[in-house]
């Protein structure tokens, strides 16, 4: 089993839907999560960080569900500009140096 | 605002070749990644340093080495370009007291 799981998509959405997808890990000691957004040819960048309470920034919101270890982003209303490849990223458990796992990857597409 | 650059955006090399792929942060952070991303397989952590002339060896080091003789400088290096190298090869870096790495643009490699 991948040490973090993504379900590659795409998901199809269209433009002001709901759209919400998960991403499952393996080592339940994991403490720090993380969803980046990646722009076609672009480099990662943060998205926003879950905590255990889960959070919100905006139209996205994201959640923890420890108990069956995995993380979710849900967004709210949609719009052309959120389609990307969206990537969890968990903490390595007794790694040094903040090493993360990325998983592969969900490719959302926001249509009008 | 956090700056990570690195030395090429796209580069062409011939098999058996030494590549040098340099990464420039300048934001005083201690650690520093080197990843591969291909299709379907995510982002895979080919080496870290979480100091000046400390590394240490990731999920697949093999075919390449590091070097950081300065802090806001980590370069990799491709001994003996093989094909199988042909990659999007994207540097980060991080504060060890956040887990959040901040990417570069990322140096597509195509090996022939």
């Known amino acids: 089993r991948k040490e973090v799981e993504q379900d590659p998509g795409p998901f199809n959405v269209p433009e002001g839907a709901t759209v919400a997808f998960n991403c499952t890990y393996s080592n339940s000691a994991s403490q720090s999560f993380f969803w980046y957004r990646q722009d076609c040819r672009k480099e990662p960048k943060l998205l926003m960080s879950?905590?255990?309470s889960g959070n919100e920034d905006g139209r996205f919101t994201a959640q923890l569900n420890r108990a069956s270890q995995y993380i979710s982003l849900l967004i709210r209303d949609s719009k052309l500009s959120d389609s990307a490849t969206y990537l969890c990223a968990v903490n390595k458990v007794k790694a040094a140096g903040n090493k993360l796992t990325f998983g592969g990857g969900t490719r959302v597409l926001v249509k009008p | 605002d956090v700056k990570v650059t690195q030395s090429s955006r796209y580069l062409v090399k011939r098999t058996g070749e030494k590549v040098f792929l340099e990464c420039v942060q300048d934001?005083?952070?201690?650690?520093m990644f080197w990843y591969r991303q291909d299709p379907g397989l995510g982002l895979r952590l080919i080496y870290f340093s979480y100091d000046v002339k400390m590394k240490e060896k990731g999920d697949i080091p093999e075919g390449y080495s590091v070097s950081r003789e300065k802090k806001e400088r980590f370069s990799l290096i491709l001994e003996s370009a093989s094909t199988n190298q042909t990659s999007m090869y994207l540097c980060a870096s991080s504060q060890p007291s956040t887990e959040t790495q901040y990417f570069g643009p990322g140096t597509r490699l195509l090996v022939l």
């Open positions: 879950v905590y255990s």
């Open positions: 934001m005083d952070h201690e650690n």
